[in-house]
């Protein structure tokens, strides 16, 4: 006989909710072959799994949402391994299994598979190049989803470079077709943040581990996120389609943070050319500028070259009409010697020697105060170099021979020093 207890007895519906809160920890994955499907009109999908060895069967649940996600489409007769856990349905008392995904059992059965999808998106236009959008040139707010674990978020942090970088980073399952709702998840809330660029990012593996980015769910929403996504997704022996459909594909991390290095890198450079360019045209305008005036230091020297040989030009023209101008007055004395008296004739001489005397000194004192050589009478000197008027320290430089030019001579040295003091 049972022992009687105090505890009052479970009704039905509690005693199977005790039963599923026990269950629902234990999640597990079951390899079974489909025998029968079922698809509700809310597109919920029922199908059983039996054991191949032995007579052993299990019913099983997928809940519309999920069966979209896995982009299986279930048929009799198909080997499948599933991941969920199990629960009693209260209706009916019945054990089902609650499956979260679905995948293919087998190599062949992938590959079939990933043949298929491949076909079908590429007739679709998905992974034409014209779809492909260009990286931004200097990204800023960068998106990763990848898992936590391993080396591949690390790598990546260490090769990215210091540019500023605002990280957004969601920690995602990767391994698998389990990976399905995680990625998918990451993938939606990514969307929220205004990224710049998204990188998704995992090592290589098997056909098998790289299930979730051949997924279909999971290859249009790469192809749909609203930022170009940079894929760092390794391959066994084909590319996943995740890959093919992001806007770049590198096969390692550290190859996805030199991309986004070089987005830096690449404006930097063009400002250090503009910048070079910039000022090897202001150095051949500089050199313009002092090319010309250096030509108006030359004309201006050769213009008073040309001014100091017209005022001894005009000293003689002065000379010789004075002298023209006592000979003229002689001559006159000769011809008024018969008619008039000595006196007048020495009266006449005498002025107009004293005429041609003062007009003779006016000029000699206006040619004297416009003569380019007069300050050096007084202790002043010309500086040349080249047989160009020096008038600035910046016009010489050290060990050029310089001529400088004094009262009563020229005096030609070697330039030792030069001190731009005032």
Not at 245 to 272: F, G, I, M, R
Not at 301 to 321: L, P, V, W
Not at 371 to 395: A, I
């Amino acid at each position: 006989m049972f022992e009687e207890s105090n505890t009052a007895p479970y009704t039905i519906s509690q005693f199977i909710n005790l039963l599923n809160d026990q269950l629902k920890p234990i999640e597990a994955k079951i390899i079974g072959e489909v025998t029968s499907v079922k698809i509700s009109s809310k597109g919920h999908v029922y199908f059983t799994l039996k054991d191949q060895d032995v007579e052993a069967v299990v019913d099983c649940i997928l809940w519309k949402g999920r069966y979209e996600l896995n982009g299986i489409a279930l048929e009799a007769g198909m080997e499948v391994m599933a991941v969920g856990h199990p629960q009693v349905y209260p209706g009916t008392g019945r054990l089902s299994f609650h499956a979260e995904v679905i995948e293919r059992v087998g190599e062949g059965a992938l590959k079939e598979a990933y043949k298929k999808l491949k076909q079908k998106l590429t007739m679709e236009g998905l992974f034409v190049p014209e779809r492909k959008r260009p990286l931004p040139k200097l990204p800023h707010r960068i998106g990763v989803i990848t898992s936590k674990q391993g080396a591949v978020i690390h790598d990546f942090m260490n090769n990215v470079g210091l540019h500023g970088f605002e990280i957004m980073f969601i920690d995602s399952r990767v391994e698998g077709q389990e990976a399905l709702i995680d990625l998918s998840q990451a993938m939606e809330t990514m969307k929220k943040q205004s990224v710049d660029v998204l990188v998704i990012m995992r090592g290589g593996g098997s056909l098998q581990s790289l299930a979730a980015f051949d997924n279909e769910a999971i290859v249009r929403k790469i192809a749909a996120f609203p930022a170009p996504v940079i894929a760092a997704i390794g391959h066994h022996e084909d590319v996943t389609l995740s890959a093919l459909a992001a806007d770049v594909h590198v096969s390692t991390p550290t190859a996805a943070a030199n991309l986004l290095h070089e987005q830096w890198l690449k404006p930097k450079e063009q400002v250090a050319d503009v910048t070079n360019h910039i000022l090897n045209r202001y150095q051949d305008a500089l050199q313009g500028a002092r090319d010309e005036v250096s030509g108006y230091k030359e004309a201006i020297t050769g213009s008073y070259a040309d001014i100091f040989s017209r005022y001894k030009d005009f000293e003689h023209m002065i000379r010789d009409k004075v002298f023209s101008k006592y000979y003229h007055t002689l001559t006159n004395v000769r011809l008024f010697i018969h008619r008039e008296s000595v006196d007048r004739i020495f009266r006449t001489f005498e002025h107009a020697l004293k005429s041609s005397g003062q007009l003779l000194d006016s000029c000699e004192k206006i040619i004297a105060l416009n003569d380019p050589l007069r300050p050096l009478e007084k202790g002043y000197s010309l500086t040349y170099v080249h047989d160009t008027l020096v008038k600035s320290v910046h016009d010489i430089v050290i060990g050029d021979t310089i001529r400088v030019r004094v009262n009563d001579g020229s005096i030609d040295s070697s330039v030792h020093a030069i001190d731009d003091k005032k």
